[in-house]
């Protein structure tokens, strides 16, 4: 039977399982089949991907392949040279057929909303930009972040705390980031996943959201509604039928930008009272912050 192959670093996690579906919806219409392997993340992960497609590749049922959040450089992408097409969803493509949203600008426009109900110290959880998974998007997303708060003077205020995507991790970064002397009033998470874990370390903590700190992520993962979560809004599963679609030679084009979406819920509010635009010095904590300048 035909298939397509398709790397991914996780199988259990929302976006990725909503990427697949995309392709497998696709897939099944041709009367073909997708192969899904599990690549560990990492440094050395793009290369590990890439020569596992150049195998695949020859195999005579192989239609394609699909690289998910994995980085594809221009050295590695000599190795895919090939008839059949290799798309890469969401990751740097070195010069192969891409799928993906604007990082960058999805991470601009959750700062620039806060930014605009007037919160200033507005903190980055699970973005830095050189992460054991390597993944391009956390950087993008930091140029973002960063982006903004210059663009609104605010760049000495920027705070980018590291976390891993995992829940356990994020929460621990949350909590610690939550109960600290200078605790933001608005997290922008790295992705919705990262953003419940701020949320159920602020419950624990008994700091109310939105009153005591706004949060917002990225995705609109299919509990984000439930939980209120502001957040701005990709459709994983589209971009997987996008790269099927280019697998297929139903469309043409190499790079496949898409659209995404502010969606407010009750997870975001304007700060209650004057936000300081410094963090308090020993000065201000001595004497209960007079030493802090207005806004």
Not at 85 to 114: C, W, Y
Not at 115 to 144: C, E, K, N, S, T
Not at 151 to 180: H, T
Request: contains cysteine; hydrophobic residues 45%; glycine residues 8%.
């Amino acid at each position: 039977m035909r298939f397509i192959e398709a790397a991914v670093p996780f199988t259990d996690r929302w976006y990725f399982d909503q990427v697949l579906a995309g392709v497998t919806e696709s897939a099944r219409a041709h009367d073909v089949e997708v192969r899904v392997a599990v690549h560990a993340p990492g440094a050395q992960a793009h290369r590990a991907v890439a020569e596992a497609f150049a195998q695949r590749l020859k195999h005579p049922d192989c239609v394609g392949a699909v690289s998910v959040l994995f980085d594809i450089d221009a050295e590695d992408a000599r190795l895919l040279q090939s008839e059949r097409p290799v798309v890469v969803i969401g990751g740097r493509s070195g010069g192969l057929p891409s799928v993906f949203i604007d990082d960058a600008a999805a991470a601009q426009q959750a700062t620039e909303h806060l930014l605009a109900l007037g919160h200033v110290r507005i903190a980055h959880l699970a973005g830095y930009v050189h992460a054991p998974d390597d993944f391009a998007m956390r950087g993008d997303r930091v140029r973002g972040y960063s982006a903004a708060m210059a663009a609104a003077g605010l760049e000495e205020l920027s705070n980018v705390v590291p976390s891993g995507f995992d829940y356990d991790d994020a929460r621990r970064a949350a909590a610690r980031l939550l109960s600290g002397e200078d605790r933001p009033t608005r997290v922008f998470a790295v992705s919705d996943e990262v953003a419940f874990a701020v949320l159920d370390a602020a419950a624990e903590l008994g700091v109310s959201v939105p009153r005591d700190v706004s949060v917002v992520g990225i995705d609109d993962h299919e509990d984000a509604a439930r939980r209120g979560l502001t957040t701005v809004a990709q459709r994983p599963r589209e971009l997987g039928t996008a790269a099927a679609a280019r697998l297929f030679g139903e469309v043409q084009s190499d790079q496949q930008c898409q659209d995404v979406e502010l969606v407010v819920r009750g997870s975001t509010a304007a700060p209650v009272g004057q936000e300081p635009r410094t963090r308090p010095g020993l000065l201000g904590r001595l004497f209960g912050g007079s030493a802090r300048t207005g806004r």
